[in-house]
């Protein structure tokens, strides 16, 4: 496996790659992997030649007074995990952005609302970081986790709006044995804390389950907000699995999201509503 740091040793192996009729295969990440990270290079590794996994907490897409600071990192672990996981390639840069980067790409509409609307700025800096990663990697397909279900929604915008050539894969979110979310941030919870965020999912599926009886979206949602147990709940909705507008009522495809901080650690979870409990 390759490890690549600079932003000149990225592009070289994928031109290389590209040269020899090769399908690349992209995972972009923040590091301090765990098994809903690796589920995407899994999903990747079959439908692409060589595989390309970048490690890198890029400082755009957080605000000031969020965690970039504290943000876990675990160098060593990560790439052990991306070799198990038969990666070609990490790509670890210290620095991805060069002297006088002056581009900023947004997404508009798809980004306002939910984490949007509590994370001003933060699409922006991840659909800048991701446009960036697809130029530097070459990538042929691009896996993406239903876990950041705005994320990807917006990727695929931004994909489809600049015609990059990249295929957009989604992959399932992945739970711990308890059925929180995996999340790089779950380890920042204290035990009281990671007991507590049991209840995001649980309200979640609660929801999608008696969603089935014909529940209004109020009581349906009133019912999820009562059961959670956070310290503060950045927000709660049921929205158009496609545009994420805000449903009154449960006549489509539609998503439940909820955003809730534990002291100083923001988690997210989804469920999807009205298809597979069906
Ligand atoms: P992150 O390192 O948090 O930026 O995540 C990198 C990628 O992994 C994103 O596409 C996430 O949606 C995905 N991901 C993170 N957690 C999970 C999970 N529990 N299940 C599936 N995908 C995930």
């Not at 990697?137 to 990249?166: H, N, P, S, W, Y």
């Not at 999340?183 to 309200?203: F, T, Y």
């Not at 489509?252 to 923001?266: D, I, K, Q």
Request: proline share 5%.
């Amino acid at each position: 496996m390759e490890e690549l740091t600079s932003p000149e040793e990225m592009v070289a192996w994928a031109s290389d790659h590209r040269q020899q009729g090769h399908r690349i295969g992209f995972v972009p990440t923040m590091g301090f992997l765990h098994r809903g990270h690796v589920s995407l290079m899994e999903l990747l590794r079959p439908q692409c030649d060589v595989l390309v996994v970048s490690i890198y907490v890029n400082p755009l897409q957080f605000g000031p007074g969020e965690d970039l600071e504290r943000y876990p990192r675990d160098e060593g672990g990560d790439l052990a995990k991306c070799a198990a996981a038969g990666v070609d390639a990490v790509f670890l840069p210290s620095e991805l952005y060069p002297a006088g980067f002056g581009t900023r790409v947004e997404v508009s509409g798809l980004t306002q609302g939910l984490c949007g609307g509590s994370r001003p700025g933060h699409f922006s800096g991840v659909t800048t970081v991701v446009a960036r990663l697809f130029g530097l990697t070459r990538c042929d397909l691009a896996a993406f986790g239903e876990k950041d279900f705005q994320q990807l929604a917006v990727i695929r915008r931004m994909t489809e709006d600049l015609a990059l050539a990249v295929q957009i894969v989604p992959g399932p979110i992945v739970r711990d044995h308890d059925g929180l979310a995996l999340s790089s941030r779950n380890v920042n919870l204290s035990d009281e804390q990671r007991a507590r965020a049991l209840s995001l999912h649980q309200s979640l599926f609660t929801l999608a389950e008696t969603a089935r009886r014909g529940d209004s979206v109020a009581e349906l949602l009133g019912r999820a907000r009562m059961s959670i147990r956070a310290d503060r709940v950045d927000y709660l909705e049921l929205v158009d699995a496609s545009s994420l507008q805000p449903l009154a009522e449960l006549d489509r495809p539609a998503r439940a999201l909820v955003a809730a901080s534990y002291g100083g650690t923001r988690l997210i979870d989804n469920v999807d509503v009205g298809t597979q409990w069906t």
